[in-house]
């Protein structure tokens, strides 16, 4: 079956740091890669996203590479900012859709001024 | 645009009550979705409509849960009778068609506490 696997948090960054956080995952097929974002007391929304191998999702200076060889998606930024503090998944959907997304378990960031 | 409303925002109920929550997905979208997002946890699909008919709902228990999508447009997710284990963030989100690389529009969830 489908899983998603990211780093433990919480992640603790000063701002302007550098941020990565990792993602791999297993699925059968080739699977859409997601990263999805909760700001505190929002919901969930989607960050950026890539469909095949070798794309770069980006969006608000976050970026993310569909490394089909390591089966990864990690998400990196160059320069955090406070605002940036949120809960990171990073998510699949394979085959036809019919499954849904397949969610890993979260990645809790928090920027320092 | 209105994004995907939920409610009620927060449910407290002992074990064995039953509980409901209702999901109005954005105008005109297909698809919808329950999820369920216990702490410490990522989010877990519970069933998804197309319209108003079904196209997955294997990990549902079906002998506590029951969802319905009357006319493809608000829907309801049931529990009863609902069990300690059952504590989560219920989450509902729609998409336009449910494509595999489709964006999905979540609410704000639904913040479940079962005494």
């Known amino acids: 079956g489908n899983s998603v696997t990211q780093m433990e948090g919480p992640v603790t960054l000063s701002e302007e740091a550098f941020l990565t956080i990792n993602c791999t995952y297993t699925?059968?097929?080739?699977?859409?890669l997601f990263w999805y974002v909760q700001y505190p007391g929002e919901g969930l929304q989607l960050l950026l996203k890539?469909?095949?191998?070798?794309d770069k999702g980006s969006n608000k200076g976050f970026e993310a590479t569909y490394r089909k060889e390591t089966t990864s998606f990690h998400l990196e930024k160059g320069s955090v900012q406070v605002s940036d503090s949120a809960v990171y998944f990073c998510?699949?959907?394979?085959?036809?859709?019919?499954?849904?997304?397949?969610f890993g378990k979260g990645t809790h960031l928090i920027i320092q001024p | 645009e209105a994004g995907v409303a939920q409610s009620p925002r927060y449910k407290i109920i002992e074990k064995r009550q039953s509980v409901a929550f209702w999901c109005n997905p954005i105008?005109?979208?297909?698809?919808l979705y329950w999820y369920q997002q216990i702490l410490g946890q990522g989010p877990k699909l519970l069933i998804q409509?197309?319209?108003?008919?079904?196209?997955?709902d294997s990990q549902l228990p079906k002998d506590r849960f029951s969802a319905e999508r009357l006319k493809g447009v608000d829907s309801t997710l049931k529990i009863q009778p609902a069990k300690l284990e059952d504590s989560a963030v219920y989450l509902c989100?729609?998409?336009?068609?449910?494509?595999?690389?489709?964006?999905?529009?979540f609410g704000s969830g639904t913040q479940l506490s079962v005494l």
């Open positions: 989100a729609s998409s336009i068609r449910g494509g595999p690389s489709e964006k999905l529009f």
């Open positions: 998510a699949l959907i394979s085959g036809g859709g019919a499954d849904g997304l397949t």
């Open positions: 105008s005109g979208h297909a698809t």
């Open positions: 409509f197309q319209n108003n008919g079904v196209v997955d």
């Open positions: 699925a059968t097929g080739y699977p859409s």
């Open positions: 890539a469909t095949k191998a070798d």
